[in-house]
C-alpha cells in the first residue's frame, strides 16, 4: 500500500507545518506518489537543484522563501508543474501565486482526494500522468499540423510554440489554453468552459485561474493575440 | 408633529398674541384720549355759556348750546336737573356725540361735541394697527419658519445619515453641516465620531473572525490529512464526520466575514436561469426536485447564486423534511420543504448568526442563511423568507434582469 508505483511522478512537498507535511506525504505516499519533502523555501530551492521532482506542491506561507517568491524561482528555470496550497484565499494570495506561475491552487483544509486528483490533472497536462496522451491527442485534432495565425506558430506534434520564428517556453498548462484557442480562432471561450477543459473543475470554480494564465499568456505571446470578452471570456484574434 | 411644525406654530401662537394685546391696549389708549379731549372741550364750552347765561341770560351761540334740549341724554339729564355739572357720550344728530350739560335756573343748558370724528379716526387707527399687526406677524412666523427650517433641515441630514450608518454603512459622515456652531453641529460631530468607533471597532472583530478561521485552517488541513490516515473503523469514521463539520464551519465564518467586508465585486453576466439552477440544484448532491415553469434570462453572479440555493437547500434539508421543491418561475426562484418553517425569530428579525431555534429543528450553526442573506445582497436578489401556508419553510428569490440594474450593496 504505502509502496511507491515504479515510475510514478516524484513529487516535492514544500510545507513548513510539520503534522501537514507528514501526514500528506503519508497520504500521497498511499497513493503511490514518491514523495520528498522539505520545511522552508531555501531547503525547497535545494532539494528542488539536487532533484528535480515531476511535481512541486508548495505551501505558500513559507519561512525564509515564500512559496509565491520559490516559485518564481523556480519557473526561471523549469517548466515543471506547480500546485500551491493555501490557507488564504483573498485574492491577493491566490493571484499573486497564480501569477508567479503556479498551474493551480488548492485551498486548505483539503481532503487527500481532491489533492490527488488535481495532481493528477495537472500531470495529465505534461504527459507524465497515466491517461495523457488520449485526451490530448484527442482535443488536439488531426495528425501533424502546424497552426498559423499571423506570425505564431503552434507545432501540436512537437509541442512548441513560436513566436516570429522564436520559440517561446510555456508551461504545460499555458500551452494547453493555448491549444484550447487556438483550435477555434475567433471564437468566444467562456470562463467555465475553460476551467472544465484545462483544468477538469467542474461547476462553481474559481475563475481567477483561468484570468492570471490569460495574462501570463499574453505576455509570453503578444498581449494582443487574445482579447478579453467582459462578462464572458476569452476569445483568440483571427488576425492582428 | 415636525420641529418645524412646532416651531413655528409657537412663533405664530406668541406673534398673534403680542399683536392682539398691543392692539386692545392701543386701542383703549386712544378711546381714552379721545374722550377725554372732547370732554375737556366740552366741559370748557359749557363754562362759556354758563358764564355768558349768568351774565346775560343769552345763550352763546356755537357748540350746539341750548337750554332744554330735548336730546340731552336723560341720565344727563337727571344730573343737571338736579343742579348739578357732568358729560358724557351719547347719541346727537349726527352720530356720537359728546354731551356737556348743567342745571342753571331750573333749566338746563347743555353743549354738544360731534364725536363721529373722533370714532372714525379711532376706527383707523384701529384697521392701521390691525394691518401692521397682521404683516409683523407674517414677517415674524417666515422668519421663525426659516429658521426652525434651517435646524430642521440639519437635523434631518443628520438623521438621514444615522439611518444609513445604521443600515450597514459605516463610512457615511455627516460632516460640519454649516457654520453654526450649535447644539446641532454638536450632534453631527458625537454621531459622526460613534460612527467612526463603531467602524473601527466591527473592522477589528470582523478582522478578527477572519484570522481565526485562517489560523484554524492550517491545523485542521493537518488533521484532516491525518485523519484519512486512520485505519477504517467506526471511531475513524466518527472522528472524519467532527472533522468535516468542523472544517465546514470554519469555511462558513470566512464566508460570512467575506461578506462582511464586502471583499469581492460580483462578476454579473446575462444567464438562463433554468439551466443555472438545473445545475446548481445537481450539484447540491441533495433530493431535490426542480420545477422550471417559465424560464427567464437573468443578471446576476452565477457563483453567489450557487451560495444562495446551495445553503437554501442545505438549510431545507438540516431542518425541514422532504419533499425538496426548487421552482423558478420566472425570474423568481423559490425554495420550499415540508418541515416546521423558519422558526419565529428567523422570520422576525432575519438570520442571525449561529441562531437556529436548534432546538426544535435539530441542530446547525446558523450561518447558512446568513450567508444566503449576504449574497442575495451583494448582487441584488430580493431574498424573503416565510412558511408556505400548506407547512414548510418556503423562501422566495427575485432576481435581477438585465434590464434593472442591481443595487449591488459590494459593488463599491
Same mark, same amino acid.
Given at each position: 500500500m504505502t509502496t511507491p508505483v515504479p515510475g510514478a511522478p516524484r513529487i516535492l512537498l514544500v510545507e513548513d507545518d510539520e503534522v501537514i507535511r507528514e501526514a500528506t506525504q503519508l497520504a500521497l505516499e498511499r497513493y503511490g506518489f514518491p514523495v520528498e519533502t522539505a520545511g522552508d523555501g531555501l531547503e525547497g530551492l535545494e532539494r528542488f537543484r539536487a532533484a528535480p521532482p515531476d511535481l512541486l506542491l508548495l505551501d505558500v506561507m513559507l519561512p525564509l522563501l515564500d512559496g509565491v517568491g520559490l516559485c518564481r524561482r523556480i519557473r526561471e528555470e523549469s517548466q515543471l508543474p506547480i500546485l500551491m496550497m493555501s490557507a488564504r484565499t483573498e485574492p491577493i494570495d491566490v493571484i499573486s501565486g497564480l501569477e508567479a506561475g503556479a498551474d493551480d491552487y488548492v485551498v486548505k483544509p483539503f481532503e487527500t482526494a481532491v489533492l490527488v486528483a488535481r495532481i493528477r490533472t495537472v500531470l495529465r497536462r505534461t504527459g507524465l500522468g497515466p491517461t495523457a496522451a488520449a485526451p490530448a491527442a484527442a482535443a488536439l485534432g488531426p495528425a501533424h499540423s502546424v497552426r498559423v495565425i499571423d506570425d505564431l506558430e503552434v507545432d501540436t506534434d512537437a509541442m512548441e510554440v513560436r513566436v516570429a520564428g522564436r520559440p517561446v517556453p510555456l508551461t504545460p498548462t499555458e500551452l494547453r489554453l493555448l491549444l484550447e484557442f487556438t483550435a477555434a480562432p475567433g471564437v468566444l471561450m467562456e470562463r467555465q468552459t475553460l476551467l472544465e477543459r484545462v483544468w477538469d473543475y467542474s461547476w462553481g470554480a474559481d475563475s481567477r485561474v483561468v484570468d492570471v494564465h490569460v495574462q501570463r499568456l499574453r505576455a509570453k505571446i503578444g498581449a494582443g493575440r487574445i482579447e478579453t470578452v467582459r462578462g464572458f471570456g476569452y476569445k483568440l484574434r483571427r488576425t492582428s | 408633529m415636525t420641529l418645524r411644525r412646532q416651531i413655528a406654530?409657537?412663533?405664530?401662537? $406668541?406673534?398673534?398674541? +403680542?399683536?392682539?394685546?398691543?392692539?386692545?391696549?392701543?386701542?383703549?389708549?386712544? $378711546?381714552?384720549?379721545?374722550?377725554?379731549?372732547?370732554?375737556?372741550?366740552?366741559?370748557?364750552?359749557?363754562?362759556?355759556?354758563?358764564?355768558?347765561?349768568?351774565?346775560? %341770560?343769552?345763550?352763546?351761540?356755537?357748540?350746539?348750546?341750548?337750554?332744554?334740549? &330735548?336730546?340731552?341724554? &336723560?341720565?344727563?339729564?337727571?344730573?343737571?336737573?338736579?343742579?348739578?355739572?357732568?358729560?358724557?357720550? %351719547? =347719541?346727537? =344728530?349726527? #352720530?356720537?356725540?359728546?354731551?356737556?350739560?348743567?342745571?342753571?335756573?331750573?333749566?338746563?343748558?347743555?353743549?354738544?361735541?360731534?364725536?363721529a370724528e373722533d370714532e372714525r379716526a379711532i376706527a383707523d387707527l384701529d384697521r392701521a394697527v390691525q394691518v401692521s399687526a397682521a404683516l409683523s406677524v407674517l414677517v415674524t412666523v417666515l422668519a421663525g419658519v426659516l429658521a426652525a427650517d434651517r435646524i430642521s433641515s440639519r437635523l434631518r441630514t443628520a438623521a438621514r445619515?444615522?439611518?444609513?450608518?445604521?443600515?450597514?454603512?459605516?463610512?457615511?459622515?455627516?460632516?460640519?453641516?454649516?457654520?453654526?456652531?450649535?447644539?446641532?453641529?454638536?450632534?453631527?460631530?458625537?454621531?459622526?465620531?460613534?460612527?467612526?468607533?463603531?467602524?473601527?471597532?466591527?473592522?477589528?472583530?470582523?478582522? *478578527?473572525?477572519?484570522?481565526?478561521?485562517?489560523?484554524?485552517?492550517?491545523?485542521?488541513?493537518?488533521?484532516?490529512?491525518?485523519?484519512?490516515?486512520?485505519? &477504517?473503523?467506526? =471511531?475513524?469514521?466518527?472522528?472524519?464526520?467532527?472533522?468535516r463539520a468542523l472544517c465546514g464551519l470554519t469555511e462558513d465564518l470566512l464566508e460570512v466575514s467575506r461578506l462582511d467586508a464586502r471583499a469581492e465585486t460580483p462578476e454579473l453576466a446575462d444567464l438562463p436561469l433554468g439551466p443555472l439552477l438545473a445545475r446548481i440544484v445537481a450539484a447540491t448532491g441533495t433530493e431535490v426536485e426542480l420545477r422550471v415553469d417559465t424560464d427567464a434570462?437573468?443578471?446576476?453572479? &452565477?457563483?453567489?447564486?450557487?451560495?444562495? $440555493?446551495?445553503?437554501?437547500?442545505?438549510?431545507?434539508?438540516?431542518? #425541514?423534511? =422532504?419533499?425538496?421543491?426548487?421552482? +423558478?418561475? #420566472?425570474?423568481?426562484?423559490?425554495?420550499?420543504?415540508?418541515?416546521?418553517?423558519?422558526?419565529?425569530?428567523?422570520?422576525?428579525?432575519?438570520?442571525?448568526? *449561529?441562531?437556529?431555534?436548534?432546538?426544535?429543528? %435539530?441542530?446547525?450553526?446558523?450561518?447558512?442563511?446568513?450567508?444566503?442573506?449576504?449574497?442575495?445582497?451583494? $448582487?441584488?436578489?430580493?431574498?424573503?423568507?416565510?412558511?408556505?401556508?400548506?407547512?414548510?419553510?418556503?423562501?422566495r428569490l427575485v432576481i435581477p434582469g438585465p434590464g434593472d440594474r442591481p443595487t449591488a450593496t459590494a459593488a463599491r
Open positions: - | 406654530a409657537v412663533i405664530a401662537l $406668541v406673534s398673534c398674541l +403680542v399683536a392682539l394685546t398691543v392692539g386692545i391696549l392701543v386701542h383703549q389708549a386712544s $378711546v381714552r384720549q379721545h374722550t377725554e379731549q372732547a370732554r375737556k372741550s366740552a366741559t370748557a364750552a359749557l363754562d362759556t355759556v354758563l358764564t355768558g347765561y349768568d351774565a346775560t %341770560g343769552e345763550l352763546v351761540t356755537g357748540w350746539h348750546a341750548a337750554a332744554d334740549d &330735548p336730546a340731552v341724554p &336723560p341720565e344727563l339729564r337727571r344730573l343737571a336737573e338736579r343742579g348739578r355739572q357732568g358729560s358724557m357720550l %351719547g =347719541p346727537g =344728530p349726527r #352720530g356720537t356725540a359728546m354731551w356737556a350739560a348743567a342745571g342753571a335756573n331750573g333749566r338746563v343748558l347743555s353743549v354738544r361735541m360731534d364725536y445619515t444615522a439611518r444609513t450608518i445604521a443600515r450597514g454603512d459605516l463610512d457615511a459622515r455627516i460632516g460640519p453641516l454649516g457654520r453654526a456652531r450649535d447644539e446641532v453641529a454638536e450632534l453631527a460631530a458625537a454621531v459622526d465620531s460613534m460612527s467612526a468607533v463603531l467602524r473601527s471597532k466591527l473592522a477589528s472583530e470582523q478582522r *478578527f473572525t477572519a484570522d481565526v478561521a485562517h489560523e484554524l485552517r492550517t491545523p485542521l488541513t493537518g488533521l484532516l490529512t491525518a485523519s484519512e490516515l486512520l485505519p &477504517p473503523g467506526r =471511531p475513524t469514521e466518527l472522528v472524519r464526520n467532527r472533522v434570462v437573468v443578471t446576476t453572479d &452565477p457563483r453567489r447564486l450557487d451560495r444562495i $440555493v446551495a445553503n437554501l437547500v442545505a438549510n431545507a434539508q438540516r431542518h #425541514g423534511r =422532504p419533499p425538496l421543491l426548487v421552482r +423558478v418561475e #420566472g425570474a423568481t426562484v423559490t425554495v420550499r420543504d415540508h418541515g416546521p418553517g423558519y422558526p419565529e425569530e428567523v422570520l422576525r428579525d432575519g438570520p442571525q448568526r *449561529f441562531r437556529t431555534g436548534a432546538r426544535e429543528r %435539530g441542530h446547525g450553526h446558523g450561518l447558512g442563511l446568513t450567508i444566503a442573506q449576504g449574497h442575495a445582497e451583494a $448582487v441584488g436578489i430580493d431574498l424573503r423568507l416565510a412558511n408556505h401556508p400548506g407547512g414548510g419553510a418556503y423562501a
